[in-house]
T-cell receptor, first 112, second 115 residues
Framework: QKEVEQNSGPLSVPEGAIASLNCTYS??????FFWYRQYSGKSPELIMS????GDKEDGRFTAQLNKASQYVSLLIRDSQPSDSATYLC????????????FGRGTSLIVHP | DTAVSQTPKYLVTQMGNDKSIKCEQN?????MYWYKQDSKKFLKIMFS???????INETVPNRFSPKSPDKAHLNLHINSLELGDSAVYFC??????????????FGDGTRLSIL
C-alpha cells in the first residue's frame, strides 16, 4: 500500500517567519512530487512540483526532495496570513501510472 | 476561460436517488480524475481516465461509474445514493504521456449532500 504521511497540524507560525512542512512517502519508486495549497471551501491549487533530488525555489516557496530518505518538504519564507491554508503533498510513481497518492494535508496558520 | 469546470456546484438529494456530476476541461489534457474529499478533508482518488483506459480505485463502490464521451469530458454517475456519499467531489485533469507526471488542475468541486 502506497502511503504519504503528513503531520496534520495545525502548524502555527508568526507572520514573517519560515514555515516548514514535511511529507514522507513509502513507495521508493516514486518519481513526481507535488505540493498543493487548499483554502477552506476551495479546490487544491498547485504550489510546487519537484522531480529531482535537491532544492527548487519559486518566490517565497522552496521545495526540497530527498529520494534516499523518502521525504519531500516545503518551506515558506516570510509567511503571510494569506498563506494560512491546508497544504497537501502528492506523490506519483510516473512511468504510465496515473494514480497519485495524496497525504492528509497539514493545516498552516500564520498569525499576525 | 475556466480550465476545469464541473456542474453542479451544489447537489442536495435524497437517499436512494441516482445523480450525475459533469466535468469538462479545455486544457487539452489527456488524463482526467475524480476525487472524493470527506469531512476530514482527506482527498481520495476514485478514478483516473487516460486514452480510454480507466483505472479504478478498488475501494470505490460499483454504484459509482465514470463516463467519458470524449477526451475533454469525464462525468460521474452515482446510483442509489447513500448517506456516506455526502462529500465534496473534485474533477481534475493533467497532461500525462508516460514518464514523469504533470501537476493536476482541479475544478471548483461539487458539494453533494444526502438527506
Amino acid at each position: 500500500q502506497k502511503e504519504v504521511e503528513q503531520n496534520s497540524g495545525p502548524l502555527s507560525v508568526p507572520e514573517g517567519a519560515i514555515a516548514s512542512l514535511n511529507c514522507t512517502y513509502s513507495d521508493r519508486g516514486s518519481q513526481s512530487f507535488f505540493w498543493y495549497r487548499q483554502y477552506s471551501g476551495k479546490s487544491p491549487e498547485l504550489i510546487m512540483s519537484i522531480y529531482s533530488n535537491g532544492d527548487k525555489e519559486d518566490g517565497r516557496f522552496t521545495a526540497q526532495l530527498n529520494k534516499a530518505s523518502q521525504y519531500v518538504s516545503l518551506l515558506i519564507r516570510d509567511s503571510q496570513p494569506s498563506d494560512s491554508a491546508t497544504y497537501l503533498c502528492a506523490v506519483n510513481r510516473g512511468g504510465g501510472s496515473y494514480i497519485p497518492t495524496f497525504g492528509r494535508g497539514t493545516s498552516l496558520i500564520v498569525h499576525p | 476561460d475556466t480550465a476545469v469546470s464541473q456542474t453542479p456546484k451544489y447537489l442536495v438529494t435524497q437517499m436512494g436517488n441516482d445523480k450525475s456530476i459533469k466535468c469538462e476541461q479545455n486544457l487539452g489534457h489527456d488524463t482526467m480524475y475524480w476525487y472524493k474529499q470527506d469531512s476530514k478533508k482527506f482527498l481520495k482518488i476514485m478514478f483516473s481516465y487516460n486514452n480510454k483506459e480507466l483505472i479504478i480505485n478498488e475501494t470505490v463502490p460499483n454504484r459509482f461509474s465514470p463516463k467519458s464521451p470524449d477526451k475533454a469530458h469525464l462525468n460521474l454517475h452515482i446510483n442509489s445514493l447513500e448517506l456516506g456519499d455526502s462529500a465534496v467531489y473534485f474533477c481534475a485533469s493533467s497532461q500525462d504521456g508516460g514518464g514523469l507526471n504533470q501537476p493536476q488542475h482541479f475544478g471548483d468541486g461539487t458539494r453533494l449532500s444526502i438527506l
